[in-house]
């Protein structure tokens, strides 16, 4: 037994409950840009909803599930953009805190997807490279007349 109340664990027992705590209490943005167009570029917080995601039922299909996410979902289909910001439940080191992903991709169809471990981080930035990328586009439609 003696051997279990070591420095080190104790101080990896103590960095894991507050991890734990911090990741159920995560705050992120939650908004649809179909529905209210703050939610989409440019974003406005001002007065959009935030959430409590640790008071939010998990998903159906992930009924154990913490919050330790905020999403945006950028859908870019057949030219008609919808952002999506919410609370996300499944961590990926790989891409959590990392530039957005391009999820899918078809001649139509763009998903951008971002995930990241901050309270309120599913804000403006989150998007921002693909919102340069629209800038871009948009430039060389206007420069190409
Ligand atoms: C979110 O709700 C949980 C559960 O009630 C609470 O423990 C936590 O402090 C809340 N977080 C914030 C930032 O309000």
Redesign the pocket.
């Known amino acids: 037994m003696k051997s279990f109340l070591n420095v080190p664990v104790i101080v990896y027992f103590i960095s894991l409950m507050g991890f734990v705590?911090q990741a159920?209490?995560?705050?992120c943005y939650d908004c649809n840009s179909l529905f209210d167009p703050r939610c989409g570029t440019p974003f406005d917080p001002f007065s959009l909803g935030v959430v409590?995601?640790?008071?939010r039922d998990a998903p159906d299909h992930l009924p154990d599930a913490l919050p330790a996410l905020c999403r945006t979902m950028k859908m870019d289909i057949y030219g008609k953009v919808r952002i999506v910001r919410g609370c996300g439940y499944i961590t990926d080191p790989a891409s959590d805190d990392q530039p957005c992903q391009r999820k899918a991709n078809s001649d139509q169809l763009f998903i951008t997807y971002c995930s990241c471990t901050t309270?309120l981080c599913n804000n403006a930035r989150a998007i921002q490279g693909s919102a340069l990328a629209a800038i871009v586009v948009g430039l060389t439609l206007i420069l190409a007349r």
């Open positions: 705590k159920s209490s995560i705050l409590n995601c640790s008071l309270d």
